[in-house]
């Protein structure tokens, strides 16, 4: 089929290409999403025209019910890349009509563009495959979402290289440690749509194959504050309750889904909620809740529209789900000494606890929950297993009268999340990611029971975390989130001369994606804006974009050695995660590593080794492996993660799991001699990248407090942490020091999370 002829239009200092779909401003290429391009593209071919919403939206969508929301994402986005976002000198906004494109637009049309092979760099074959490490131990609720076993983790990690809770919603510095599959796989996030509301959802209108079309479904959207996440529905469906999570605090909220009608039941604190669900008649909320000074999930009950809570059972992991009868609950408890997680019963008022089933490292039982069957026999949760050639997720269920494990379905997933039973016990809804998806991102699935196919319910490039269903009317609540992010220079740390450069592309979980200098001054990094996970640098003001890797495997987390000739990375090119080297022009590959899901490797100074990720006994540990090729050293035998080396190439800066209090601490290990490490007395709740301070005296890292992050630095003496930056919004998902210590660049931005209520399900 030929393409079709080349044809520009030319505005301001942008063209719009429309053979090769791209954005250029001034020649090099501005990142968009397709759909977002399409938008561009309509309102530019329709420029002076006032198009309607609902015109643009049939469009953009012409077989797709979407949601008005989703057109001002992408309206949204689109300033953004055209710089647009005050003065609106290309779109303009009718109130209560559409929008007008409004520059002046120069058109030119050319001979017939050439077609790109499958090898270019424009068309790229995607395969998403996952990334995550062998499932660990731990008790902090704010880690789970970033560095969990499949089973624990959000979007596909499996693109990712590790995890990361579906969008990763903010976490709170002091929680209790959490069970999680410590595979640091990025988490290669899709390019999502960015805006101030979390958008609509786009839903298919047909199920796979020959099923018929559903009704359509209607879509509700329940907050747009931008901090919701968790929600639960009533049985009954009139009520939803939710978590906000604003500046570093939860509270706990409760709204009717037929009114504006909206109350806080619990006060915002430095607490983490894990679970909420509605007791089987209504009447009740049942709560799971993280606060010091016990790092242990209590559940407690509270009525529904607020009053004294009851605690009602210690060490519950997950959110409860009760029995048809409401005599009964279940949960996952995770237990870090042993590293194992199992499912438990207990009665409605938490006494006669039951362990029915349990699994140990590297397999393990989600923490996303588990649902309880109509019939009351079986209790479906999503489990996952960690072999050599990696994780995998599935769909298993327990039986309640002896606690046998039976298979829910032959899918093997990317991620699978909270599952829920529909009232008729003929299938579950899910969310989850497949690695054959086209996009990553968490979606809505049907699974048949007690077989068939899972079908996408939503498809679009939203991110969906929680999943409650009303099991009398079968209206769903979920979370939708998308993400906004620039990279940042920062000045010799003068946060007041810190300037945004160009925008590299929106990643969901782009710290898992790495961000490094190269000795000339460019930046390296992983990016998807190719369509798959690759590696690309570019000048620190964004310009003179190039990629570097260009085939269909993932590739990540760049370092670069001292003299700038050679390049050492993540990719999956052998079919598992392991080190590779390059150089610094992307050729003559070398495969340094062969063990099961290494990552994170960092060059010494004098490009002699290559420290990073490795398993050691099920578990992730520090290795070091001559750059030029060779056995691997195992540095450390007990769980760490994140290494760099230091700049006089004797110390190794790392997090490391402290065994007494069970939380992951900042330590240096030396490279060379006796592993013995030092450990600072500072906690890391985040799986957040360390770096050294160029000038080798402290260890820096993230630190998020009241929600906004900042780069802090902990001296090697051992004296008070103190902060590098002084940021008063936003959260820090990547950064880097210059090798000349002059600068740093960093990724900040949020996640905007909305709670959306769904109906007319068929």
Known sequence: MENPNQHIYTFGHYSVDVAERQLLREGESVSLPPKVFDTLLVLVENRGRILEKDVLMNKIWPDSFVEESCLAQYIFQLRKALGDDSEHRYIETIPKRGYRFIAAVQEEMGVPAPVLQAQGNHIVTTNYLSLETP?????????????????????PLSSSFASAAAPPQPSLPRTKLRLINLGWALTMGVAVLSSLIAGGVWLTRNYAGSVPAPAPVQITKLTSTGHAIAPAISPDGKYVTYIADDLGKQSLWIRQTETLSNVQILAPTEVSFQGLTFSPDGNYLYYVIYKLPKHVGVLYRIPILGGTSQKILEDVDTAITFAPDGNRFAFVRQYPGTMETSVLIANADGSNEQKLATRKSPQAFSLDGVSWSPDGELLAVSSSNTGSNGPSMRLVGVRVKDGVEECLGDTVWGTLKQVVWRKDGRGLLAIGWQQSAAAMANQIWYIPYPSGEPRRVTNDLINYSGLSIAAETGKVVTTQSTKVSRLWLVPEN???????????????????LGLNWLPDGKLIYGSRASGNADLWMMNPDGSNQKQLTVDNTLEGQPTVSADGRFIAFLSNRSGRYNIWRMNADGTQLQQLTSGAWENSPSFSPDGKWIVYNGVYEEKPVLWKVP????????????????PAVSPNGKMVAHLHLDGQSQRMKLAVVPLEGE????????????????????????????DTRDGVSNIWGQPLDGSPSKPLTSFKSDSIFRFAWSPDGKKLACERGFYINDVVLISNFS
Request: no cysteine; net charge negative.
């Open 494 to 512: 003068n946060t007041e001369q810190a300037i945004q450069t160009a925008s590299v592309g929106i990643d969901n979980f782009s710290e898992k």
């Open 135 to 155: 499932a660990l131990a731990f008790k902090e609720p704010s880690l789970k979402a970033q560095i969990t076993s499949p089973a624990l983790v959000s979007p």
């Open 627 to 642: 750059a030029e090729g060779g056995a691997p050293v195992r540095l450390t035998d007990t769980v760490s993660v994140r």
């Open 675 to 702: 592993p013995q490490v030092k450990m600072f007395d500072r906690s890391i709740p985040e799986p957040h990248i360390v770096n050294w301070s160029p000038d080798g005296r402290m260890v820096t890292y993230v």
